[in-house]
């Protein structure tokens, strides 16, 4: 069972990059059936998806987001990373990190999820 | 850029059957899943590829697809299954999350 932890810090100021990490434990993250990905939810608002990059290396970005947004992995410390440039307090969220695994037909959905960070973009 | 829409709100009493519905253009095409989310949890798998139940979910869980809208239901309905639910569905390079439907039980 992959169990999902992201670290980073709480507290950015305007116009900064936000920086978090996502480490997993429990097993490697080192395969072609998985992407890792990273969804937020601003407070008491919904879930937004950020990003995803599969195993092949390839990157897929909320376009909302594409031009801040960059997304990458090392399978090496099995962890995952989010960077979002500019911020303004419109990207303060609870920021999670997730992995979609493969199912037998093949389609991938997010099953494994981090417990969320609060990231507060503020002076 | 794709939406998905969804009811802000859905009150059921316990036993009763509750139906949260998502509607979007990219159902047509894509398939959908279903995420619980309650206070202060991070999302859970209920339903994938728009009627797989995720290992775990209790049978009372369901989903099926109708043209562009797909539905989650609920049988039996208990206090616990109050939460959040979101849809999601899109391409690979644009994911979207419905807005959530807040599901009450009375």
């Known amino acids: 069972q992959l169990q999902l932890q992201e670290s980073g810090p709480g507290l950015v100021k305007p116009s900064e990059t936000l920086s978090l990490t996502c480490t997993v434990s429990g097993g490697s993250i080192s395969s072609s059936s998985y992407y890792w990905g990273w969804i937020r939810q601003p407070p008491g608002k919904g879930l937004e998806w950020i990003g995803s990059i599969y195993y092949s290396g390839s990157t897929y970005y909320n376009p909302s987001l594409k031009s801040r947004v960059t997304i990458s992995v090392d399978t090496s410390k099995n962890q995952f990373s989010l960077k979002l440039s500019s911020v303004t307090a419109a990207d303060t969220a609870v920021y999670y990190c997730?992995?979609?695994?493969?199912?037998?037909?093949?389609?991938?959905?997010?099953?494994?999820w981090g417990q969320g960070t609060l990231v507060t973009v503020s002076s | 850029s794709y939406e998905l829409t969804q009811l802000p709100s859905v009150s059921v009493s316990p036993g009763q059957t509750a139906r949260i519905t998502c509607s979007g253009d990219?159902?047509?095409?894509?398939?959908a899943d279903w995420y619980q989310q309650k206070p202060g949890q991070a999302p859970e798998l209920v339903i994938y590829e728009d009627s797989e139940r995720y290992p775990g979910i209790p049978e009372r869980f369901s989903g099926s697809t109708s043209g562009n809208t797909t539905t989650l239901t609920i049988s039996r309905v208990l206090t616990e299954d109050e939460a959040d639910y979101y849809c999601l569905s899109g391409d690979e390079d644009n994911r979207v999350f419905g807005g959530g439907t807040k599901l009450t039980v009375l």
């Open positions: 990219v159902l047509g095409e894509n398939y």
């Open positions: 997730a992995i979609r695994s493969r199912s037998m037909t093949g389609y991938f959905h997010f099953d494994y």
